[in-house]
């Protein structure tokens, strides 16, 4: 039984936490799943749990856990845990940031906009080690999106909309740049796209060279150009600036299978928020997850749905034809998230099919929009 008439908060920070952040998954035990709940007033006995994979990560883990409660109780029958990845470069890579980046989107920013995500029962990271644990809802019977199959227009849209719940809250705030841990400030940026620009042509030709027999030549000339520009590119974002996910795509996402579900769509991985021009969100999401042919015939409704659905949340000065060259403009995001997604994290035979299909329909996308 909840120690509480009301259940916690979607993103609760316990005073109360366990005394340790799991290095992995044998750490999950059912010692420390109780301490969690308990933290979030759940008062249960645990004797055992079920720990099994899920999901296809490519920089951290995320575990289904399944508790053997001694008694009945109405805490939650299962739980997902997210911790940093046991592959060295995966890790490695999380650790620039990307950890810290998702615990404190838990903690500081998932209660407080309407954007659908998974409520988060604890949050913690430690800085020294970079282990971190999210201890969020299950979201099962939601199934997670295809990249590499693709999507159907109605799904693309219902994302469009919800992301929207992340974007309009904190339109233009510029509180948002006296986070550290989110971005530098404002007057910063320059320097920290330049460490970007170095990183990103540092790792391009070694893309090119480990996928050289999957590449046409204008995909190369697209990523060519991209490590050579990134840094001008991406301030030159018409000043338009809010919460970005920077990541939404549709292995990101989880689809309620009822058409009538209250959340039809969730969002998952933070470990890529950042302060951007939030319309790269949706070039990104329309540029990977469907085919061209797909994308041509739907975009400019997704893209007009997107803007109502900002209008509605109170997002006022933005006209839809400034959107759409947004839209166009923001294109390129994709070879970003492509090419340190693939080089930076742990080669898999899935990931590469995946970040095939997705450079190979954001490229098109770049060429049908005239941006390259």
Not at 69 to 88: C, M, Q
Not at 223 to 242: K, P, Q, V, Y
């Amino acid at each position: 039984m909840s120690s509480s008439d009301s259940p916690p908060p979607a993103c609760w920070s316990a005073s109360r936490k366990p005394a340790s952040i799991p290095a992995g998954p044998e750490d999950i035990s059912a010692s420390w799943i109780t301490e969690v709940l308990n933290s979030a007033q759940y008062d249960v006995a645990i004797r055992d749990v079920v720990v099994e994979p899920i999901g296809t990560g490519q920089m951290a883990s995320s575990l289904r856990v399944t508790p053997v409660y001694t008694g009945a109780t109405d805490a939650p029958r299962s739980l997902v845990v997210k911790i940093a990845s046991g592959d060295p470069n995966s890790r490695q890579a999380g650790a620039r940031g990307a950890y810290l980046k998702e615990v404190r989107f838990y903690q500081e920013f998932a209660d407080g906009l309407p954007v659908a995500t998974p409520g988060s029962l604890w949050a913690d990271i430690d800085l020294d080690t970079n282990d971190f644990a999210i201890v969020l809802e299950d979201m099962s019977p939601a199934t997670q999106g295809d990249q590499i199959a693709g999507s159907d227009e109605a799904s693309i849209l219902t994302a469009a909309v919800n992301i929207a719940g992340l974007h309009a809250p904190h339109w233009g705030d510029t509180d948002l740049f006296n986070k550290a841990w989110l971005t530098a400030p404002q007057n910063e940026r320059g320097a920290g796209y330049g460490e970007l620009k170095a990183i990103v042509a540092m790792v391009t030709p070694r893309f090119i060279d480990r996928y050289q027999d999957r590449l046409s030549q204008t995909q190369i000339a697209h990523l060519e150009w991209f490590a050579e520009t990134i840094d001008s590119w991406l301030l030159n974002d018409d000043g338009r600036f809010a919460l970005t996910h920077g990541d939404h795509r549709l292995d990101n996402l989880l689809f309620s299978p009822t058409a009538n579900a209250d959340r039809p769509v969730t969002v998952v991985d933070w470990q890529t928020i950042a302060v951007r021009n939030p319309v790269a969100d949706i070039s990104y999401l329309l540029g990977t997850g469907v085919e061209p042919m797909v994308r041509r015939d739907i975009e400019a409704n997704v893209v007009g749905r997107y803007h109502r659905a900002l209008s509605a949340l109170g997002v006022i000065g933005y006209d839809l034809d400034e959107c759409l060259n947004d839209y166009r403009n923001q294109t390129p995001h994709a070879l970003l998230l492509t090419v340190l997604g693939s080089m930076l994290t742990v080669q898999t035979h899935r990931g590469d099919n995946m970040f095939m299909a997705m450079l190979q329909r954001s490229s098109q996308q770049m060429t049908d929009l005239g941006v390259r």
